[in-house]
């Protein structure tokens, strides 16, 4: 392959002959370098002969030849490739509201388009059923090419990357690139209902059903996460070195589910519970809990406002949580403007808004694992 094949699109007299929407092209150039680059870098550049590719279907006048165009999509997708109809959309919703977004999209789609057609020649044109195995895997690809801010695609991958991290970060993404990507899903190397579970959370995103953090309590999502927990983190916990590898492990998952994952984690340290003094129980309560806090609110960092029976966050900008049981308005107190929260019942607050500690609630938590962690080794308990 011409390691400057994709660079070699971009230019004048090529650039004229690829069907796409003039509000793209400075971004297709950029996306186009950056996919070289990373081709190069990672020694595919004779994997696969993109050149054919790109000149059939980006630079010939073909019936097949690849469209690229701006229109309207659900507010929550990005964009979408059809291979049937060799066209890829981009929502004009990035345009307009996450520009900053825009090579990413574009080259997750751009991917897709590289991976179904070389996926098609390999294994015939219905290899691709499984949507999540799919979308996931050219996701993190596409993030390893262009970073991204997950606007669009944040929940679905990180799954799959939580699912990498407890095989031992095995699975390479550029295997998109050399189609071994293929040959794992062949040979059984997810579970079958891992892949169910997924291919319905696919079409739920696809409907728009994933909005903010909801799939953190959608059950196709965490019947994905609780499979390979089960499948991967089944061993015996006989000491506090192992409850702490055992914890960061579980650490890494996208979803909280905290009922499933502390009553999964008790059934697991029962023999090293077993051998502790009562009295050390509540260390080892505690120190689960706070390890689970640390994965709250999808690990952001925020500020919590306890209002009576309301739990808002506070994000440096934005109050979440208000609802039509919750008024707010600005009260000044001596120098201070404070935000006045009250709901129907009576409690009221004033947050100092401008002063608020988005850090604190993390760094207490971590200060205090700190101290358990000394308190646990210092009695080799």
């Known amino acids: 392959m011409n390691d400057r094949c994709f660079i070699n699109v971009t230019n004048e007299n090529n650039l004229i002959k690829v069907n796409i ?16 680059y990373y081709l190069n870098e990672h020694d595919l550049s004779l994997e696969v002969n993109y050149e054919e590719y790109l000149n059939k279907y980006l630079l010939s006048e073909s019936k ?8 309207e999509l659900d507010y929550s997708i990005g964009g979408d490739y059809s291979s ?16 900053e977004e825009l090579d990413h999209v574009l080259c997750h789609e751009f991917i897709h388009f590289l ?8 294994y ?4 691709m059923g499984q949507l999540f195995i799919d979308e996931a895997f050219t ?3 596409a993030r390893e090419v262009i970073p991204s801010k ?4 944040g929940a679905l991958p990180n799954i799959m990357n939580f699912y990498n991290k407890l095989v031992g970060n095995n699975i390479n993404y550029s295997y998109l690139f050399s189609h071994k990507l293929q040959d794992l899903m062949r040979s059984g190397y997810f579970p079958k209902t891992f892949i169910i579970h ?5 079409q739920k995103y696809k409907d728009g059903e994933y909005k903010d953090d909801n799939y953190q309590y959608d059950s196709e999502y965490l019947g994905m996460q609780r499979d390979i927990i089960n499948q991967f983190c089944n061993f015996e916990i006989t000491n506090f070195t192992d409850l702490k590898v055992f914890l960061e492990i579980l650490g890494n998952r996208p979803a909280l589910d905290e009922e499933w994952v502390t009553n999964f984690i008790f059934e697991h340290i029962k023999p090293y519970m077993d051998s502790l003094p009562e009295e050390k129980y509540n260390y080892l309560f505690e120190y689960i809990s706070l390890y689970n806090s640390l994965l709250k609110y999808n690990q952001r960092d925020v500020c919590e406002i306890v209002l009576g029976e309301h739990l808002l966050l506070f994000d440096g900008n934005n109050i979440e949580g208000l609802n039509n049981d919750i008024t707010y308005s600005f009260v000044i107190s001596g120098n201070k403007s404070l935000l006045q929260l009250k709901d129907k019942k009576g409690n009221s607050i004033n947050f100092d808004y401008q002063n608020a500690d988005i850090f604190e609630r993390k760094k207490t938590i971590k200060q205090r694992i700190e101290e358990l962690n000394k308190t646990f080794l210092s009695k080799s308990l």
């Open 198 to 202: 997924g291919d319905n959370c696919m």
């Open 115 to 122: 991976i179904h057609h070389h996926s098609d020649i390999l």
């Open 64 to 71: 097949e030849k690849l469209s690229i165009i701006v229109d």
């Open 139 to 141: 996701e993190l690809l």
């Open 21 to 36: 929407d003039s509000r793209l092209i400075e971004s297709f150039k950029r996306v186009m370098l950056k996919l070289q």
């Open 84 to 99: 049937n109809e060799k066209r890829i959309r981009i929502n004009e919703d990035v345009l307009n509201n996450h520009i």
């Open 124 to 127: 015939g044109s219905n290899f």
């Open 150 to 153: 997950n606007i669009y695609y």
